[in-house]
């Protein structure tokens, strides 16, 4: 019985690692934003991990959650109006949940990165405190390791 166990969660945590190396180096057709603003709450929360899908900017419709560039950054907000120029390109006029008024400036079809398709909350703020904080963030997750391990060898005896 001990043994399915160990086989059981060594799978869990290859396959996680598996999934988070694939997303992380872009190898699955989803890309993961850490949310830093309060724009889209109470709907996505600050510090979320939000994913989004490329999607063809005709199937986008008003009240999608729309990650899209805008100079360096990357916004994620919802699609209040949608708006088709003399060139056939589609503009979308955006709003943060959170926010009383529409963006300044309405989105290029070309600035879209995509389509929110989920978000786990609070990962993005661990992910993001792992990234400012590599060796404090390295000394964690070793003792996190060696305390699991020593916590599941006490288990394997008992």
Same mark, same amino acid.
């Given at each position: 019985?001990?043994?399915?166990?160990?086989? /059981?969660? %060594?799978?869990?945590?290859?396959?996680?690692? @598996? $999934?988070?190396?694939?997303?992380? $180096?872009? &190898? =699955?057709?989803?890309?993961?934003?850490?949310?830093?603003?309060?724009?889209?709450?109470? %709907?996505?929360?600050?510090?979320?991990?939000?994913?989004?899908?490329?999607?063809?900017?005709?199937?986008?419709? /008003?009240?999608?959650? =729309?990650?899209?560039?805008?100079?360096?950054?990357?916004? %994620?907000?919802?699609?209040?109006?949608?708006?088709?120029?003399?060139?056939?390109?589609?503009?979308?006029?955006?709003?943060?949940? +959170?926010?009383?008024?529409?963006? +300044?400036?309405?989105?290029?079809?070309?600035?879209?990165? @995509?389509?929110?398709? @989920?978000?786990?909350?609070?990962?993005?703020?661990? $992910? $993001?405190?792992?990234?400012?904080?590599?060796?404090?963030? %390295?000394?964690?997750?070793?003792?996190?390791? =060696? @305390?699991?391990?020593?916590?599941?060898?006490? &288990?394997?005896?008992?």
């Amino acid at each position: 019985m001990q043994k399915r166990w160990d086989i /059981v969660l %060594t799978g869990i945590v290859v396959i996680a690692v @598996g $999934l988070f190396l694939a997303l992380a $180096l872009g &190898w =699955l057709p989803i890309k993961a934003h850490i949310v830093l603003s309060g724009s889209m709450e109470p %709907t996505i929360p600050t510090g979320s991990l939000v994913f989004s899908t490329t999607i063809n900017p005709e199937k986008l419709e /008003v009240a999608d959650e =729309l990650v899209f560039q805008v100079g360096g950054s990357v916004v %994620t907000h919802r699609i209040v109006e949608i708006h088709t120029n003399s060139d056939n390109t589609r503009e979308f006029v955006t709003r943060g949940d +959170a926010n009383n008024t529409n963006d +300044a400036t309405a989105i290029n079809q070309n600035q879209v990165i @995509g389509k929110v398709i @989920g978000h786990i909350p609070i990962i993005g703020k661990i $992910l $993001l405190f792992i990234q400012q904080n590599l060796l404090i963030s %390295t000394v964690i997750i070793v003792v996190t390791i =060696l @305390g699991s391990s020593a916590i599941i060898e006490r &288990w394997k005896k008992s």
